[in-house]
Structures are given as structure tokens and as C-alpha cells.
């Protein structure tokens, strides 16, 4: 019993609350609060909380010594497109100013952040988005002792994916009902859950094994378990049968029984625990109460003591507890609690009362972790289980340089294996599946000497010989299958040095992430457009522009299109416009790339060519320049060659794709193949396939001049509402926009050689229209929306995972009918403009300009525009390109010719420091000083060589002394 009563540092430590003025205050909180998170989070630099927002899909960033009243509006992080469920820091920030913030959201994505330091200025774009999946996250947490290792939960499964590679490694699949919290134990070996089946379980992850199991809290409201630090101690919070709130302690080596059970009150509000390894100091706090409870932990009976609970003005949001390396340990502070209210922080500090804090409380601070990580990724899931390394809290201790024998604190390398998806789940199951460790193949990685062991790389764009029109070709295959060669090194070096992707933490960014988009002033707008035509078919692009000329159809009888000329904006007539009389329902059109006059309508099985005059239409006109007749039914889409001219290729209702010459005004070849309605064609960039996607959910590639069948197919998006596909990364990919099975806007990146299984799948938004991609070729951007949409998402294309790099994306006030884009010749590379286009809404036509903040804006950022191919000038013509030629156009500079090359810009010498300490015109050494100081006294002294007068007296003799 002697243990009961055993003395403790802590016993009298008590919550030291600020007065007002020391809270974080007019901060815009979400008055519901309903999902299995914390609510707020803190990490050595920065608070992040859910952010009062419509849908709740943004949360606030703080400075972690953010005091006061905040501006508004706050700084924020627009994370998703739904409500963020639950969000975490990453623990391993030590020696940076930077903090990595992991969320999960109800739209069924994990994304992955880099929080810059000190305030948030502007919401960063997502340095990576790890997956999507059928049911909203609702747990995230990452590692505590290997980098890059991150946990989540959804629904019934917790997985576990390695951020480094982006590649799902294990996935636990040993619950029955929903996983409503998981905690690591503190060396990271196994994972404690509390599920809806009222069950507590600690899990292996790496095998997958259940190794205990427990009955839990007899109430299926929302529970949490918690790893008490390095004790073999687990405690779970929950709900009795009786709807109590109340704590169990386990045993995990034996939980067919409790330790310890106790009640704690009736409130209904969910309790979130805190534990702190360090000190034993618990704290239970209940969302909606006032009170936060703090217990001593120990590891015998009772297991848990009581101590002095703090009440609280406010009710209780969420609940986070601040790392021990941000401790003011000269004032006492063992622990703080962040209380998130309604619009406000509070501070909870947690002092011990000591005589002074003059001097460093060495008893009070054991040594903590010190923030890198024990291993890397790799070896954890080698059945490394290395605790982290401790530093002392002592402020003269401290270290200020990174350990160089810590086994995970670099980034991890990037090599040539690629991520896979993981494979499908079978749609049946008859026992629990446990873990799946992806399969490794053993792979030499230059310049090391022996096999490094790593996971399966996924299907990856071949760096394949390059035909003459410079496209990979696709290789024609009697199987559906064929095996793919990952890209080579310099796969994509010439495209310019924009193609190289910078690491941080792993994660790969891009030059372009930090993109704007501008609307360009007013008086180049064109208003005032009346009777748009608001109910296209979903094929249709919603309008197109060239560098001349912008066509908008318009909802008037007769199929009639508007014909506007760029050189003349500004307010149109209200009546007595001009237009193209198409004398039936105008179902897709294009402009000719070569010819900025020539536009191709599809008017029911028509396809209707007209030419527009110099200066643009005067007078209404009803008879095109010719007509092209040949399908049985209504044409879909319509798209014109990129390299030939006179090719136009069209897909009708017909289930047949027609590819017309319109130099001779005939139908020259017809491919098969298609078993349902065609969504949409693609040529590739040399013009040498053509590829569709089809309702019957498959993606086709054609060689039309060698076979109308196609010579590639693959599975691409499900359902039937509709799906846009466009080439990328010189031909070796294929971006495909659809729909998931939960009604998200996808986007897919396929490899062009293997159309089995996407590269990688990211959800982007909640929306009934079909997102239409256009992909920039020389920068890799790719740009999406929808009609109806107001807002634009960008992303960089990628041969190596993830593929897609998510970019900045843009905001508009309303909702726009499409966006158009102009080839790159027109664009203002002085103001590092690298796309342009045009904006459609109801009654108003803008255009956009896409620029890359730069600083050196007087010199040619050559590393962002590489030489451009003329896209707009013709490389052959249409018979010979049915003769077999690949001819593709020249390339040319975008350079003025008075500006220097960015590369060639001298470097700047370091800016002169404002107090400058040194000056090497006056600096003298310690020894030139000591001299002139004594020349100095020499000089006041004057010494001369003349007797002092003492020397001239005359003396006493010796003898005399004696008398």
C-alpha cells in the first residue's frame, strides 16, 4: 500500500490560466463539431484547427506563439472539398521551421501539406494527395518513430502507406464495424483500435495479425484508446450501457480482463485523452463540457490518481496538447493544453510551483524525443523497431545541428521503383483479410553494390524508341498486356529543366505550384452576349476560341452560332447580331488549328464547315462553305489533327469514329469497335493515334491508318455520365476526367502503353458536370473544370509517381459556361505568362492569363519555356498523312530579342548587412593596435637621453656609514 502514497513531482501541478488578453482570440470556429478528430492540433511551430467554413473543408494555421486578437480574415488552408475529419502534425520537425500537416476529409482524400513558417500568407496548393477512397477518413496519425510511415482509417480498414514513394504498404482489415480511433505504441511495433463492435484490439500491423482483443465500452457512441507511452498500458474512454462516460486501463499482453474501470459523469459529449509520456500526466477532456480532468498515470494500482481538475469559462471544442520541445521550461511548464472554444484559443499551462526558475529543474524534465526519426520508412517495414533518440529540454543543452546518426532524418531516396495502386479487393470475402504487404522484386540501384530490396514498380511509361513525328510509339501487342519498361533517366530531359521535380520530405513539388491566374483588364472583355445556349450535350466543350475569333452558341431556334472577334471587345448591340445559321441543333464545333477563319460545326449527322470573312461576320449567314455527310446518327465530338491539315475526326451516335479530308470533301477512314456511346477523342501530339473513351466504360487507342480496330484497351471510368481524355507527357500518358463510384470528379493518369490499371486515380470535387481537361505540352500543367464550375484545378503530369502533382488552384466569384485556351505564341512570356485563354459566362466573355511569380522578371525564365512547337502552322498535309508521314512542326523560341537569358544572369554578391561590423579599409589586427598605442605613449612621454637629476647628486661614502 505503500505505493498509493508515493510522492510525485507532478501532484501539484495545476493549470495556470491567462487572462484574456493572452488567449488566441476572433477566430472563426464551426459551432458543430461531429467526426472522430482532435478538432485542433499543435506542432513545435504552428496550431491548425477546423476553420468555420462553408462545408467545413478549410482549417485555420496559427503561429504556434500567436497571442491576442487575430485579423480577418484569418490565415487559412483550404484542404478539401468536404469537411476535414481529422488532420496531424508530423512529430518530426527538429531544425526547421516548417511544419508537415497530414488531413482526412469526408471526401474520401488523404493530402499531404508543407506548412511554410511563421504566418500563413496564402493557402498553399497540396504537396501531395495519397489516395481516394470509397468512404470518408476518419482517423489520421502519423508514426512516432519511422519517417514517412502515416496511419488513417476509413469505414472498417486502417491503412498504412509510406508518404515517401506515395504507395499504400499495408492495409488491416480485422474489424467488423467502423474504426472510430487507433494509437501507436510508443516503439511503433503494433496499433491499438477501438471499433463500433464495441471491441478494443492491438494489431500488428506488418503481419496483420489481431494479437489481443478485448470487449470495450458496451455503448456503440464514439470511443477512443490511447498507448500510455512505454508502459504496457492501454486506456480506452467511452460510453457504458447505461451511457456513462467512462475510462478502462488494459493490460495489451492479456486483455480478456481490465485493469481498472471507472465511471467518470453523464455528459454526452465525447472524450478525447492527452497523454503525456514524459511526466505520466493524462488529461480527459469532453467535447461541449467546461471542466479538463488531469490524472497522474502510474503502473500500479490505481492505476490512475486524480488531481486537481480545471474549470473552464468556455465550452470545449477540441483539445490538443503542445510538444515538449516548445515548453517554456524556465517558467515551470511541464505541459500546455490548447482548449479550442467558440472563437478562441485558450492556453492551458501546467506549471509545478517551485521557490525559483532561475535555474533549470533538471527533476522536472526528463530527456524527451527529440523530433528526427529512429529509422526510415524501409526499415520499419523490415521489422526495425528502433526507439527515438532523447535530448534534454536543458536550453544550454540542446542540439543545433541535425544527428547524422539518425536512421531516418534525410528524405528518403528517390529511386527507379515506382508506386502501384493497390490491387482491387475482391467483391467477396469469406474470413477477415489481414495485412498485404505490396510484393518486392530486388532491383540493383546505381551507384550501390548490392541489392537494395524494394516494392513491385507499377506499369510506367516506357521511355520507348521515339518515332519521327518525336511521340513514343504504342506497341501493337496480340495480347491486351504487354510489359512496360519504367522511363529512363532522361526520359524527360528534353523538355527543358522545368521537368525535374524538387523533394522535400519526399514529396515531390513543382515550378509551377505557386501559379496565378489573372483576369485581364476590362476593356478587353467582351459583354453584353445575350440568348447563350445553357443546355449543351455533355460532349460539348461549351465554347472555343482561337487567337482571332471566339465561337459561343446561342439558345435562338435554327442552330446559331456567335462569331466574335478578339481584336474588337467592349459591349455588343442588343439586337441585330450575325450569326451562323446551322438550320438544326448545333451538337459540337472546333476551329481548324491552321486556319483561324475555318470553324467545323456538327449539326445533327451534319458536320457543316464555314469560313469566316476577314473582320468578322457583318451579316447572318445560312450556307456554309460545304457539308460533310456520311453518319447514320447525331455527332458527338469532333477534333482536328494536330500536325495535318484538312484532317478532322469525328464519333457519332453511330458507335463509329470517321476521319474526314476536307481538302477533298470525302470520308476516308472508319474505325470500329465501340459498343456504346463515344464521350470523347483525343489525338496524340504527332497525330500518329487517336484515342476514346466509351460509356461501356473502356478507353480505346487507334493506329487509324494501319487498322480500324483498336490496338490497346483498358478499363477507364464507371458509370455513364460521361468522360473526357486527353494525351500527355509527349504520348506517354493518357489524363482521363470521369466520375468515381461515389459521384467525385476524378481524374485518372494512364500509361499509353497499358491501359489495365491507372497510374494513379485523385477525386477532385463534388460535381454534377464533367471535368474538361486542357494539357499545356511544353510546362505539363494540366488545367480542369466543368460547366457550371467556379473553379479551376490545376495539376503537373508526371512519367514518375505521383504522377499528378497537385498546383495552385483558382476561385471565382460565380460559376462560369467553360474555359477556352490560345495557342502559346500568344502568350506574354515578359510577364512569365505561360497559358492564356478565355472565360465564359452568361452575358460576359473575359480572358485569363496563367503566370509563375518570378523575381528576375527582366531576363527569359528559359527554365519554364523551352522551345515551343508552332502548333498553329501545318506540317503536312492530309494526303501525306494518309500516305504514312509523321512529320511534326519546327520548334520555335519564345524569347524577345531583347531579353537575356535567365541562365545567363549574373549572380547577385550577397545584400551588405545594415550594421556592418567590419570594414577592411580601417580593420587593424590586435598587434597594430598594441604598437600604435605604444608609439602613441612614447610620443606624449618624449624620453630623451639626459640623467635624471637624482643621478646628479653626489652620494655619502661607504666608511662613513660607520660613524
Known sequence: MAFRFKASKYKNAAAKVPKKDGWITDLSVPR??????????????????????????????????????????????????????DFDFSPFDAFTESSLLVTGSQDCSVKVWSIPAGPLTESPSAAATLTTLDRRVENVLWHPTAGNILGFSSDRTVSIWDVGTQQEVYVLENHNELVQSFSWKEDGSLLATSCKDKKVRVVDPRTGSTVQEGEGHQNIRDSRVLWLGGKDM?????????????????????????????????????????????????FLAGKGDSAVRYFEVSSKDPYLTECQPHMSSEQVKGVALVPKRAMDVMAGEVNRVLLLAHQAIIPLPY???????????????????????????????????NMVTKVSLDPKKRPTAPSKTSGGSSPPQETKSRSVPPPSKPAQKTEPVMSKPVETVKEDIKPQTEAVQMRKPAATPAAAP??????????????????????????????????????????????????KCTTLHKSTHIVNIRNLNLSLYGE???????????????????????V???????RLPDTGLPTLQNGATVMDFCWDPFNTHRLAVAADATINIWNIPEGGLTETLTEPEFCLRGHDEKIYCMKFHPTASNILASASYDMSVRIWDLSAQEQVLKLRGHTDQIFSLAWSRGGQYLATVCKDGSIRIYNPRDSTRPVREGDGPEGGRGARLVWACDGKCLAVTGFGKTSLQTISVFNAEDLSIPLTTVDIAQSPTILVPYYDDDSRVLFLTGKG???????EVSTEAPYLIELASTSFNSPHQGVSFLPKKVCNVKDVEFARGYQLYKTTLEPLSFTVPRVKMEYFQDDLFPDTRACWEAAMTAQE?????????????????????LSEAPKEAPAPKKYQSYNPETYKTDEQKKEELMRAMDSKLELKGDPLPQDLCEGVDDDEWDD
Open 351 to 385: 506549471v509545478v510551483p517551485r521557490k525559483s526558475y532561475r535555474d533549470f529543474h533538471e527533476d522536472l524534465y526528463p530527456e524527451t524525443a527529440s523530433g528526427q526519426p529512429a529509422m526510415t520508412a524501409q526499415e520499419w517495414m523490415d521489422g526495425g523497431n
Open 789 to 795: 464550375d467556379s473553379q479551376i484545378f490545376s495539376y
Open 32 to 85: 458543430g463539431l461531429s467526426s472522430q478528430g482532435n478538432h485542433i492540433k499543435a506542432s513545435c511551430h504552428h496550431i491548425a484547427y477546423n476553420y468555420d467554413s462553408p462545408g467545413g473543408n478549410t482549417l485555420g494555421i496559427l503561429p504556434l506563439n500567436s497571442v491576442g486578437r487575430q485579423d480577418r480574415p484569418a490565415p487559412t488552408l483550404h484542404a478539401h472539398s468536404d469537411f476535414v475529419t
Open 564 to 570: 466574335f472577334e478578339v481584336s474588337q471587345p467592349g
Open 234 to 282: 492501454l486506456l480506452s474512454v467511452g460510453f457504458s450501457k447505461i451511457r456513462e462516460r467512462q475510462y478502462i486501463v488494459w493490460d495489451p499482453r492479456n486483455m480478456g480482463q481490465t485493469l481498472a474501470t471507472q465511471a467518470l459523469d453523464s455528459n454526452t459529449g465525447t472524450v478525447i485523452p492527452l497523454y503525456d509520456a514524459d511526466t505520466g500526466m493524462l
Open 540 to 562: 460539348c466543350d461549351g465554347f472555343h476560341a482561337n487567337p482571332d475569333r471566339i465561337a459561343v452558341p446561342l439558345s435562338t431556334s435554327g442552330g446559331q452560332l456567335a
Open 466 to 515: 521515339v518515332t519521327s513525328n518525336g511521340e513514343a510509339p504504342v506497341k501493337i501487342s496480340s495480347k491486351d498486356t504487354a510489359t512496360v519498361e519504367p522511363p529512363s533517366d532522361d526520359s524527360t530531359g528534353n523538355r527543358g529543366s522545368n521537368r525535374k521535380s524538387q523533394f522535400l520530405a519526399g514529396i515531390p513539388t513543382s515550378k509551377f505550384r505557386h501559379l
Open 881 to 901: 498523312w494518309l500516305d504514312g508521314g509523321n512529320k511534326v512542326q519546327r520548334t520555335v523560341s519564345l524569347r524577345p530579342a531583347d531579353m537575356k537569358l
